[in-house]
């Protein structure tokens, strides 16, 4: 069974920087897509970045501002998020997909940033 766990998320200001953390547990994480997404209330949760094969791609609305990346030694992945702004506030979630095309969600971690 693959889990996945979502780490710093919190309070911030405008401007702030946060660097969630998304640890992976079973199944050899190397092999998974590894994507963010995240679901601001009342809104359908939308993808934010993603690595797949070592391409990254990002919604517009974070392009410049957010970088995904993996460390494999470490089964852990990252969303760094510089100049946040209070559209970015939402709950985050890390997903993965893997070689089987089975998907799996960690539960997720806030993220709130005030003007």
């Known amino acids: 069974q693959v889990r996945l766990v979502e780490s710093g998320g919190g309070l911030v200001q405008a401007g702030d920087s946060l660097r969630l953390s998304c640890a992976v547990s079973g199944g050899i994480f190397s092999t998974y897509a590894v994507a963010w997404f995240r679901q601001a209330p009342g809104k359908e949760r939308e993808l934010v970045a993603r690595i797949r094969g070592g391409i990254t791609d990002y919604a517009d609305s974070v392009k410049g501002r957010f970088t995904i990346s993996r460390d494999n030694a470490k089964n852990t992945a990252y969303l760094q998020m510089i100049s946040l702004k209070p559209e970015d506030t939402a709950v985050y979630y890390c997903?993965?997909?893997?070689?089987?095309?089975?998907?799996?969600w960690g539960q997720g971690t806030q993220v709130t940033v005030s003007s």
């Open positions: 997903h993965v997909r893997t070689i089987f095309s089975t998907d799996y």
